[in-house]
């Protein structure tokens, strides 16, 4: 049975035989976490070796990584030109938990419907579990849509993808041995509302209604960068007239029309 060391370095090699530095950290720190309590030469577990083999898409053997990288895309064209600019594309933001039932589904919620058409969304756990009724039921009285929440398991193209990662559980200190230290992280700490400790006489959805409140003072905290639907600038420099032109073309030219009314102006300049 392959070891855990064999398995890490395994994966290593494979993963920087395919390119991308970001992707190969993010495959570690991930696989890291599967394998948190197994020693480097003690075998990998059935179960985690099954997990690894989901999420990091190695066949049965531990021989392959098996899904490409997709197609770039293909170029624009306008009027007969090739578009050589980049491409405009929203802020991804990634909200991560370990198995919370309250705040991730709120987190979801709530960004989904205030980033709309400013950044995009999805939430992950490491031990998912749905979303209590409740906290449907209070989203819903809120006027927040709920029927896009999912319990999923966080990915390595989770991490990969994002551009942000937001915690609200635990310490950061706990996240940041899981998350890349190359990807930016927010940690804003909301209290878990405990909904099992709550007493029988008390009514649980106030204290959702507060955890609710909460959530929406942390994303307030986000501010994710607009997409621009102008074009990127273009680098400018001063020719050697002293007129500023085109880092990337050639120089700039005068019209002939022109050169009458510029030698009007340097003749004015001389007298």
């Known amino acids: 049975m392959m070891t855990r060391r064999e398995l890490i370095d395994r994966v290593t090699t494979r993963m920087r035989a395919r390119g991308g530095d970001g992707r ?121 849509e709920t029927d896009h929440l999912a319990a999923r398991t966080v990915s390595v193209d989770d991490l990969s993808w994002a551009d942000l990662v937001m915690t609200v559980s635990g310490s950061r200190e706990d996240w940041e041995r899981f998350i890349p230290r190359s990807m930016s992280h927010d940690h804003h700490p ?21 955890t609710l409140r909460m959530v929406e003072r942390a994303l307030a905290q986000v501010r994710p960068a607009r997409p621009s639907r102008f074009p990127p600038p273009v680098p400018m420099s001063l020719s050697s007239e002293g007129r500023l032109r085109s880092a990337t073309s050639s120089p700039m030219r005068t019209s002939s029309t022109k050169l009458p009314a510029l030698a009007r102006i340097d003749t004015e300049k001389d007298d």
């Open 24 to 144: 190969v950290e993010a495959s570690l720190c991930f696989l890291r976490a599967i394998l948190s309590g197994v020693g480097d030469d003690a075998p990998v577990p059935a179960a985690a070796l099954a997990r690894v083999h989901e999420f990091l898409r190695i066949d049965d053997d531990g021989d392959e990584l098996l899904d490409s990288e997709p197609p770039p895309p293909a170029p624009s064209r306008r009027s007969g030109r090739i578009s050589t600019a980049p491409p405009q594309r929203m802020t991804r933001i990634l909200f991560l938990g370990r198995n919370d039932a309250v705040r991730l589904p709120m987190l979801d919620a709530v960004a989904t419907a205030r980033f709309s058409g400013i950044a995009e969304v999805r939430s992950a756990s490491i031990a998912p579990i749905a979303a209590d009724p409740r906290v449907i039921k209070v989203l819903r009285h809120a006027g927040i």
């Open 190 to 210: 909301i209290p878990d509302p405990e909904l099992d400790a709550i007493p029988a006489d008390a009514d649980p959805l106030d204290a959702l209604r507060y």
